[in-house]
């Protein structure tokens, strides 16, 4: 499946229209669940943050400072080169976070648009009139994108600090078995604790993990989801009715959304959703030996009996460039804004990976420069 993408973008052709959604849920302040920053606090601006340091880059003005990590810096540092040399438009939309970008953007009122979602260990993470309108909102814009550029493909991104729980719940919540398989944010994935709060969640709120609680999606969605993925699968979904190609650029969260982009679809309309669609990520996450996205793809395949399309770009840092994104390869940050898809455009235009690298570098030291040299006793920073 995925047949629009095997053959690659080119330049010359229609630029892809890069959609970047921002969302937030009240999961991500559970303690030991994300390193999208340091602190609960941090977190309700890393949305915010991502998309200024997205649009303006390192050099530019952000009045929003990236939260702290553990190590390494946000991918959004990735896609803003990118962006930037591929000459690509970014539309930013805010489906309700706390904090809002100083950038122009798209911020959606209420129903759709109100605030975090609750945490999905409360059974009840969106009321359904939201997940209806967030829904509606994905189908027009959907249909708005395939009119707007005939035959431009998407690339659809997030930022969704606590969203591969997000992600997991809802995957589970639709019958496929992703326990133990999702990414995460943190070096090592809070496995146990996903697992806790999804079968807390799915508890509070009358849904079985298995049998028929999938024969109802948005019940799912509202009960354990964040507001990306209903308005992200209605668009997935429409898009690729209209022959649009799509790539989902992420990993363990688009994956949701395409789980989701399943469940609403009739069996008729669900070969041409796969025909047009495509994931792609970093290896970052490719390769992360502490969760499994073959074996996700694998299991949301048997559970449609479908063949999704994947990608991983080869982008690495090697020991020559910036400490910070040398943290990569450690395992520390993997994935984000879109980084893993727009690193496979850059690769799908011809450009060496190398380069990307390279240049990530640089952008990187403009964003974290070296401390001046110190006279006496010298200190080391946490950035190298």
């Known amino acids: 499946m995925g047949e629009r993408w095997l053959g690659g973008w080119r330049p010359g052709g229609p630029a892809p229209q890069v959609l970047l959604l921002l969302a937030a849920t009240e999961t991500a302040s559970v303690p030991g669940i994300s390193a999208a920053g340091a602190t609960p606090e941090s977190r309700r601006a890393t949305a915010a943050a991502d998309a200024e340091l997205l649009l303006q880059g390192p050099g530019g003005l952000r009045p929003h400072a990236l939260p702290p990590l553990p190590a390494g810096v946000s991918p959004a ?36 648009g109100v605030g975090p979602a609750r945490c999905l260990s409360t059974g009840a993470a969106m009321v359904p009139a939201r997940v209806d309108a967030l829904l509606e909102q994905g189908k027009r814009w959907g249909r708005c994108l395939a009119n707007r550029v005939p035959q431009a493909p998407l690339l659809l991104a997030e930022c969704v600090p606590g969203g591969t729980t997000t992600a997991q719940a809802v995957l589970c919540g639709l019958g496929v078995e992703a326990q133990g398989l999702v990414s995460g944010s943190l070096r090592r994935p809070a496995h146990g604790l996903k697992r806790a709060l999804v079968e807390q969640g799915a508890l509070r709120a009358g849904l ?81 030996p502490s969760s499994d996205l073959v074996r996700l793809l694998h299991q949301l395949a048997k559970r449609w009996e479908v063949q999704p399309l994947a990608f991983a770009s080869s982008l690495r840092f090697s020991p020559s460039c910036h400490p910070a994104l040398a943290d990569y390869e450690k395992g520390f940050v993997k994935e984000g804004v879109g980084a893993g898809g727009l690193a496979l455009l850059w690769e799908m235009g011809g450009r060496d990976p190398e380069d990307l690298a390279t240049t990530c570098s640089a952008a990187c030291h403009q964003l974290i420069p070296a401390p001046p040299a110190l006279s006496g006793p010298r200190l080391r920073s946490t950035h190298g």
Do not use: F, K
Not at 232 to 246: G, N, S, T
């Open 208 to 288: 079985g993990l298995r049998g028929d609680a999938w024969n109802d999606p948005l019940a799912v969605a509202a009960a354990l989801g964040d507001p990306m993925q209903p308005l992200a699968a209605a668009l997935l979904l429409e898009a690729a009715l209209a022959d649009v190609p799509v790539m989902l650029a992420g990993g363990s969260q688009m994956v949701a959304v395409l789980a989701l982009a399943l469940a609403l679809a009739s069996p008729r309309q669900r070969p041409r959703l796969m025909a047009a669609t495509a994931l792609a990520t970093t290896r970052w996450v490719a390769e992360e």
């Open 77 to 112: 540092l990735i896609s803003h080169v990118v962006v930037e040399a591929l000459a690509l438009r970014p539309l930013v939309v805010d489906l309700g976070c706390a904090v809002a970008p100083a950038i122009p953007h798209l911020r959606l009122p209420p129903p759709a």
